[in-house]
Protein backbone atom coordinates (compact mmCIF):
# COMPACT_ATOMS: atom_id res chain seq x y z
CA UNK A 1 0.00 0.00 0.00
CA UNK A 2 1.14 3.25 -0.78
CA UNK A 3 -0.48 6.32 1.42
CA UNK A 4 -0.48 9.44 -0.68
CA UNK A 5 0.98 11.29 2.34
CA UNK A 6 3.02 13.98 0.90
CA UNK A 7 4.33 15.04 4.33
CA UNK A 8 6.07 17.72 3.14
CA UNK A 9 8.29 18.60 5.83
CA UNK A 10 6.60 22.38 6.99
CA UNK A 11 8.64 25.46 7.13
CA UNK A 12 11.05 23.99 4.00
CA UNK A 13 8.64 22.87 1.52
CA UNK A 14 5.71 24.55 2.50
CA UNK A 15 4.00 26.63 -0.23
CA UNK A 16 5.86 25.56 -3.02
CA UNK A 17 2.80 24.96 -4.88
CA UNK A 18 1.67 25.72 -8.46
CA UNK A 19 -0.54 28.43 -8.18
CA UNK A 20 -0.46 32.13 -5.67
CA UNK A 21 -2.60 31.50 -2.59
CA UNK A 22 -5.42 33.15 -1.46
CA UNK A 23 -5.52 34.16 2.06
CA UNK A 24 -8.75 33.02 4.61
CA UNK A 25 -9.57 35.34 6.78
CA UNK A 26 -12.12 34.82 10.34
CA UNK A 27 -12.67 31.44 10.25
CA UNK A 28 -14.41 30.67 7.10
CA UNK A 29 -16.18 27.90 5.52
CA UNK A 30 -13.46 26.32 2.84
CA UNK A 31 -15.51 24.16 0.54
CA UNK A 32 -13.43 21.52 -1.95
CA UNK A 33 -13.49 23.22 -5.75
CA UNK A 34 -14.80 19.20 -6.78
CA UNK A 35 -17.42 19.09 -3.78
CA UNK A 36 -15.92 16.47 -2.40
CA UNK A 37 -15.98 17.95 1.58
CA UNK A 38 -16.09 20.70 3.59
CA UNK A 39 -14.93 22.47 6.80
CA UNK A 40 -14.31 25.02 8.46
CA UNK A 41 -10.91 27.07 7.56
CA UNK A 42 -9.24 28.65 11.48
CA UNK A 43 -8.34 31.50 10.92
CA UNK A 44 -4.56 33.01 9.74
CA UNK A 45 -4.27 30.01 7.04
CA UNK A 46 -3.31 30.56 3.47
CA UNK A 47 -4.77 28.16 1.16
CA UNK A 48 -3.35 27.43 -2.55
CA UNK A 49 -3.86 24.94 -5.33
CA UNK A 50 -2.36 21.70 -4.10
CA UNK A 51 0.43 20.77 -6.55
CA UNK A 52 0.73 16.99 -6.33
CA UNK A 53 -2.31 14.76 -7.12
CA UNK A 54 -2.55 13.16 -3.85
CA UNK A 55 -3.64 16.73 -2.18
CA UNK A 56 -6.92 17.60 -2.32
CA UNK A 57 -5.94 20.77 -0.03
CA UNK A 58 -2.94 22.86 0.98
CA UNK A 59 -2.37 25.31 3.41
CA UNK A 60 0.10 27.21 5.44
CA UNK A 61 0.58 29.29 8.50
CA UNK A 62 2.55 32.59 8.58
CA UNK A 63 4.27 34.87 11.33
CA UNK A 64 6.20 37.81 10.82
CA UNK A 65 8.64 35.54 11.06
CA UNK A 66 7.93 33.17 8.32
CA UNK A 67 6.22 30.24 7.62
CA UNK A 68 5.71 27.67 10.79
CA UNK A 69 3.13 25.60 9.25
CA UNK A 70 0.88 23.60 6.90
CA UNK A 71 -2.10 21.93 7.11
CA UNK A 72 -2.92 19.00 4.07
CA UNK A 73 -6.10 16.91 3.42
CA UNK A 74 -5.03 14.17 1.56
CA UNK A 75 -7.60 11.82 -0.40
CA UNK A 76 -6.43 7.92 -1.67
CA UNK A 77 -8.71 5.88 -3.95
CA UNK A 78 -8.69 2.80 -2.60
CA UNK A 79 -9.94 -0.58 -4.30
CA UNK A 80 -10.82 -3.47 -1.89
CA UNK A 81 -12.65 -3.56 1.77
CA UNK A 82 -10.32 -3.02 5.31
CA UNK A 83 -10.84 -1.58 8.13
CA UNK A 84 -9.76 1.74 9.52
CA UNK A 85 -7.02 -0.48 11.74
CA UNK A 86 -5.79 -1.88 8.52
CA UNK A 87 -5.06 1.49 6.72
CA UNK A 88 -3.45 2.96 9.22
CA UNK A 89 -1.07 0.47 9.62
CA UNK A 90 -0.27 -0.09 6.55
CA UNK A 91 -0.20 3.85 6.34
CA UNK A 92 2.30 3.72 9.30
CA UNK A 93 5.15 1.14 7.29
CA UNK A 94 4.81 2.88 4.67
CA UNK A 95 3.99 6.27 4.68
CA UNK A 96 4.74 7.73 8.14
CA UNK A 97 7.81 5.32 8.93
CA UNK A 98 9.53 7.04 5.71
CA UNK A 99 9.84 10.19 6.88
CA UNK A 100 13.31 11.26 8.20
CA UNK A 101 13.55 11.30 11.92
CA UNK A 102 10.48 10.05 12.41
CA UNK A 103 9.43 9.67 16.24
CA UNK A 104 5.97 8.21 16.63
CA UNK A 105 3.03 9.53 19.11
CA UNK A 106 -0.44 8.50 20.26
CA UNK A 107 -2.59 6.75 18.14
CA UNK A 108 -6.05 6.98 19.49
CA UNK A 109 -9.68 6.28 18.20
CA UNK A 110 -11.94 9.24 17.24
CA UNK A 111 -14.67 9.99 15.07
CA UNK A 112 -15.21 12.14 11.62
CA UNK A 113 -18.22 12.91 10.10
CA UNK A 114 -19.40 9.92 12.12
CA UNK A 115 -17.17 7.47 10.90
CA UNK A 116 -14.79 5.54 12.36
CA UNK A 117 -11.39 7.50 12.65
CA UNK A 118 -7.68 7.43 13.85
CA UNK A 119 -5.84 10.51 15.46
CA UNK A 120 -2.26 9.76 15.33
CA UNK A 121 0.35 12.33 16.85
CA UNK A 122 4.24 11.71 16.04
CA UNK A 123 7.34 14.29 15.10
CA UNK A 124 10.19 13.82 12.36
CA UNK A 125 12.51 16.13 11.41
CA UNK A 126 13.23 16.75 7.43
CA UNK A 127 16.67 18.35 8.30
CA UNK A 128 19.46 18.40 11.36
CA UNK A 129 18.43 20.21 13.96
CA UNK A 130 14.81 21.04 12.17
CA UNK A 131 12.00 19.61 14.25
CA UNK A 132 8.76 19.51 13.46
CA UNK A 133 5.34 18.41 15.43
CA UNK A 134 2.54 16.86 13.64
CA UNK A 135 -0.95 15.35 14.41
CA UNK A 136 -2.66 13.18 11.50
CA UNK A 137 -6.43 12.35 11.71
CA UNK A 138 -7.26 9.02 8.98
CA UNK A 139 -10.59 7.57 7.96
CA UNK A 140 -12.26 5.77 5.43
CA UNK A 141 -15.63 7.05 3.45
CA UNK A 142 -16.89 5.08 0.68
CA UNK A 143 -13.51 4.36 -1.57
CA UNK A 144 -11.77 7.09 -0.18
CA UNK A 145 -8.90 7.23 2.44
CA UNK A 146 -8.80 10.94 3.95
CA UNK A 147 -5.77 11.86 5.81
CA UNK A 148 -5.92 15.67 7.35
CA UNK A 149 -2.28 16.68 8.53
CA UNK A 150 -1.28 19.41 10.55
CA UNK A 151 2.46 20.13 10.94
CA UNK A 152 4.41 22.98 12.51
CA UNK A 153 7.30 24.26 14.45
CA UNK A 154 6.56 22.70 17.86
CA UNK A 155 6.57 26.42 19.62
CA UNK A 156 3.64 26.87 17.70
CA UNK A 157 2.04 23.87 18.13
CA UNK A 158 -0.09 24.28 21.10
CA UNK A 159 -1.11 27.61 19.70
CA UNK A 160 -2.51 25.88 16.21
CA UNK A 161 -3.87 22.63 17.42
CA UNK A 162 -6.76 23.62 18.93
CA UNK A 163 -7.82 25.33 15.98
CA UNK A 164 -6.66 22.45 13.75
CA UNK A 165 -9.05 19.71 16.07
CA UNK A 166 -12.05 22.41 15.48
CA UNK A 167 -11.49 22.55 11.88
CA UNK A 168 -11.34 18.28 11.97
CA UNK A 169 -14.28 18.13 13.52
CA UNK A 170 -16.33 20.44 11.37
CA UNK A 171 -15.13 18.46 8.24
CA UNK A 172 -18.12 17.01 6.20
CA UNK A 173 -18.38 14.76 3.07
CA UNK A 174 -20.70 16.13 0.84
CA UNK A 175 -20.41 12.26 -0.78
CA UNK A 176 -20.07 9.26 -0.18
CA UNK A 177 -20.90 6.26 2.80
CA UNK A 178 -18.98 5.23 5.19
CA UNK A 179 -18.27 1.91 3.12
CA UNK A 180 -14.39 0.66 4.24
CA UNK A 181 -11.81 -0.31 1.34
CA UNK A 182 -8.68 -2.14 1.76
CA UNK A 183 -5.67 -0.06 1.31
CA UNK A 184 -3.45 -1.93 -1.75
CA UNK A 185 -1.09 -1.27 -4.51
CA UNK A 186 -2.64 0.76 -7.25
CA UNK A 187 -1.96 -0.48 -10.98
CA UNK A 188 0.83 2.55 -12.29
CA UNK A 189 0.19 4.08 -14.98
CA UNK A 190 2.59 4.14 -18.08
CA UNK A 191 3.68 7.50 -19.15
CA UNK A 192 3.47 7.39 -22.88
CA UNK A 193 7.34 9.25 -23.29
CA UNK A 194 8.57 9.70 -26.98
CA UNK A 195 10.30 7.30 -29.06
CA UNK A 196 13.65 7.41 -30.92
CA UNK A 197 11.51 8.40 -34.28
CA UNK A 198 10.03 11.78 -34.47
CA UNK A 199 7.41 12.73 -36.58
CA UNK A 200 8.68 15.98 -37.18
CA UNK A 201 12.26 17.22 -37.99
CA UNK A 202 12.80 19.18 -34.39
CA UNK A 203 15.55 18.07 -32.49
CA UNK A 204 14.82 15.34 -29.09
CA UNK A 205 16.90 16.13 -25.97
CA UNK A 206 15.56 13.44 -23.88
CA UNK A 207 16.66 14.02 -20.23
CA UNK A 208 16.60 10.26 -19.30
CA UNK A 209 18.04 6.82 -20.75
CA UNK A 210 16.02 4.29 -21.83
CA UNK A 211 13.52 3.77 -19.57
CA UNK A 212 11.91 -0.34 -18.60
CA UNK A 213 10.30 -2.64 -21.65
CA UNK A 214 7.03 -1.60 -20.40
CA UNK A 215 7.14 1.58 -21.81
CA UNK A 216 8.19 3.17 -24.95
CA UNK A 217 11.68 3.64 -25.33
CA UNK A 218 13.39 7.08 -24.11
CA UNK A 219 16.06 8.33 -26.48
CA UNK A 220 19.91 8.56 -24.55
CA UNK A 221 21.09 11.96 -23.66
CA UNK A 222 23.20 13.65 -26.40
CA UNK A 223 26.53 14.63 -25.77
CA UNK A 224 26.23 18.00 -26.95
CA UNK A 225 23.16 19.81 -25.78
CA UNK A 226 20.90 21.94 -27.99
CA UNK A 227 20.59 25.72 -28.61
CA UNK A 228 17.46 26.88 -27.86
CA UNK A 229 15.91 30.40 -28.56
CA UNK A 230 13.54 31.83 -26.32
CA UNK A 231 15.13 31.55 -22.69
CA UNK A 232 15.62 33.92 -20.07
CA UNK A 233 17.70 33.32 -17.00
CA UNK A 234 15.50 33.38 -13.70
CA UNK A 235 17.97 34.72 -10.72
CA UNK A 236 17.56 33.83 -7.44
CA UNK A 237 16.76 37.18 -5.15
CA UNK A 238 19.76 36.20 -3.07
CA UNK A 239 22.23 35.17 -5.58
CA UNK A 240 22.56 31.28 -4.55
CA UNK A 241 21.51 30.11 -8.37
CA UNK A 242 20.56 31.42 -11.71
CA UNK A 243 18.53 28.66 -13.92
CA UNK A 244 17.84 29.76 -18.00
CA UNK A 245 13.78 29.22 -17.90
CA UNK A 246 11.77 29.58 -21.37
CA UNK A 247 10.59 32.90 -22.18
CA UNK A 248 7.17 34.05 -21.01
CA UNK A 249 7.07 31.91 -17.95
CA UNK A 250 5.96 33.65 -14.72
CA UNK A 251 6.45 33.00 -10.82
CA UNK A 252 3.27 31.50 -9.49
CA UNK A 253 5.28 31.79 -6.08
CA UNK A 254 8.33 32.45 -4.10
CA UNK A 255 9.25 31.90 -0.22
CA UNK A 256 13.03 31.74 0.95
CA UNK A 257 14.13 28.86 -0.44
CA UNK A 258 13.04 28.77 -3.89
CA UNK A 259 10.23 29.85 -6.27
CA UNK A 260 7.67 28.23 -8.51
CA UNK A 261 7.22 28.85 -11.85
CA UNK A 262 4.58 28.08 -14.96
CA UNK A 263 5.42 28.44 -18.15
CA UNK A 264 3.63 28.90 -21.49
CA UNK A 265 3.74 25.32 -22.66
CA UNK A 266 1.54 24.30 -19.18
CA UNK A 267 4.79 23.17 -17.42
CA UNK A 268 5.40 23.63 -13.63
CA UNK A 269 9.03 24.60 -12.60
CA UNK A 270 10.18 24.39 -8.58
CA UNK A 271 13.61 25.27 -7.99
CA UNK A 272 14.40 25.10 -4.13
CA UNK A 273 17.81 25.56 -2.56
CA UNK A 274 17.37 23.80 0.90
CA UNK A 275 18.89 23.58 4.56
CA UNK A 276 21.02 21.17 3.06
CA UNK A 277 21.87 17.86 0.82
CA UNK A 278 20.10 15.85 3.48
CA UNK A 279 17.07 16.95 2.63
CA UNK A 280 17.00 17.44 -1.11
CA UNK A 281 17.04 13.30 -0.45
CA UNK A 282 14.16 12.91 1.25
CA UNK A 283 12.20 14.82 -0.95
CA UNK A 284 13.23 12.42 -3.77
CA UNK A 285 12.38 9.60 -1.47
CA UNK A 286 9.02 10.69 -1.42
CA UNK A 287 8.43 11.02 -4.32
CA UNK A 288 9.15 7.57 -5.29
CA UNK A 289 6.49 5.64 -4.01
CA UNK A 290 3.66 7.54 -5.37
CA UNK A 291 4.82 7.68 -9.48
CA UNK A 292 6.65 5.16 -11.68
CA UNK A 293 10.43 5.41 -12.06
CA UNK A 294 11.43 5.40 -16.04
CA UNK A 295 15.09 5.56 -16.22
CA UNK A 296 18.05 8.41 -14.71
CA UNK A 297 21.12 10.07 -16.47
CA UNK A 298 24.34 11.72 -15.11
CA UNK A 299 24.79 15.31 -17.12
CA UNK A 300 27.45 18.18 -16.70
CA UNK A 301 26.00 21.09 -15.80
CA UNK A 302 28.81 23.90 -15.65
CA UNK A 303 31.35 22.33 -12.66
CA UNK A 304 28.88 20.28 -11.42
CA UNK A 305 27.59 16.63 -11.87
CA UNK A 306 23.45 16.93 -12.28
CA UNK A 307 21.59 13.34 -11.90
CA UNK A 308 17.73 13.30 -13.78
CA UNK A 309 15.27 11.31 -12.78
CA UNK A 310 12.26 10.52 -14.79
CA UNK A 311 8.70 9.40 -13.53
CA UNK A 312 5.52 9.53 -14.69
CA UNK A 313 1.79 9.80 -12.82
CA UNK A 314 -2.03 10.18 -13.60
CA UNK A 315 -4.14 12.44 -11.45
CA UNK A 316 -7.20 10.69 -11.07
CA UNK A 317 -8.60 13.90 -10.69
CA UNK A 318 -8.48 15.14 -14.58
CA UNK A 319 -6.82 11.82 -15.73
CA UNK A 320 -4.20 13.79 -16.96
CA UNK A 321 -0.74 11.84 -17.66
CA UNK A 322 2.09 14.05 -15.98
CA UNK A 323 5.94 13.55 -16.47
CA UNK A 324 7.78 14.90 -13.82
CA UNK A 325 11.32 15.19 -13.66
CA UNK A 326 13.78 15.47 -10.80
CA UNK A 327 17.25 17.11 -10.82
CA UNK A 328 19.41 17.03 -8.38
CA UNK A 329 23.11 18.00 -8.12
CA UNK A 330 25.28 16.06 -6.03
CA UNK A 331 27.00 17.80 -2.67
CA UNK A 332 24.78 20.74 -3.08
CA UNK A 333 21.33 21.13 -1.08
CA UNK A 334 19.56 22.75 -4.72
CA UNK A 335 17.32 20.70 -6.74
CA UNK A 336 14.20 20.95 -9.56
CA UNK A 337 11.63 19.88 -9.97
CA UNK A 338 9.08 20.02 -13.83
CA UNK A 339 6.13 18.33 -14.00
CA UNK A 340 4.67 18.47 -17.91
CA UNK A 341 1.94 16.92 -19.47
CA UNK A 342 3.22 13.60 -21.52
CA UNK A 343 1.60 14.88 -24.29
CA UNK A 344 3.82 18.18 -23.95
CA UNK A 345 7.27 16.37 -22.58
CA UNK A 346 8.41 15.60 -25.91
CA UNK A 347 8.45 19.08 -27.28
CA UNK A 348 9.87 20.22 -23.37
CA UNK A 349 12.62 18.14 -23.30
CA UNK A 350 14.57 20.61 -25.41
CA UNK A 351 14.68 23.46 -23.02
CA UNK A 352 14.41 20.90 -19.77
CA UNK A 353 18.27 19.64 -20.73
CA UNK A 354 19.84 23.58 -21.95
CA UNK A 355 18.09 24.37 -18.24
CA UNK A 356 19.82 21.63 -16.37
CA UNK A 357 22.48 22.01 -18.22
CA UNK A 358 22.65 25.93 -18.03
CA UNK A 359 21.83 25.78 -13.80
CA UNK A 360 24.71 28.02 -11.69
CA UNK A 361 24.54 27.18 -7.94
CA UNK A 362 26.44 29.35 -5.74
Not at 215 to 235: D, I, L, R
Amino acid sequence: MRIKCKLIMGIILIAFMLSVGIVYGQGSLYSDPQGRFSFNLPTGWKAATPYDSAQAAYFSYSVQQGTVGELIVMIEELPFSASIDQYVAAAEENGFKQLPGYTPGTQLPTTIFGLPAIKKNFNFSPQTGLTLQAEAYMFISGNSAYTILLDVLPDYFAQLEPAFTQAVMSFKVQSGAPIAVQPVPQPTPTIPVPTTTQPTPSPTTPVCPTPQPVTPAVPTVPVTPPVTTGMTVYTDPQGRFSIPTPAGSTTAQATEIGVVLNTPDGAGIVMMYTLGEQYVQGMVAQIKPNHQFHGQSQLQAGNRQALVELYSKVNPQDNVNYATVVVTYPGTPFMIIVTVPTDKYNQAQTWILEMIKGAFIR
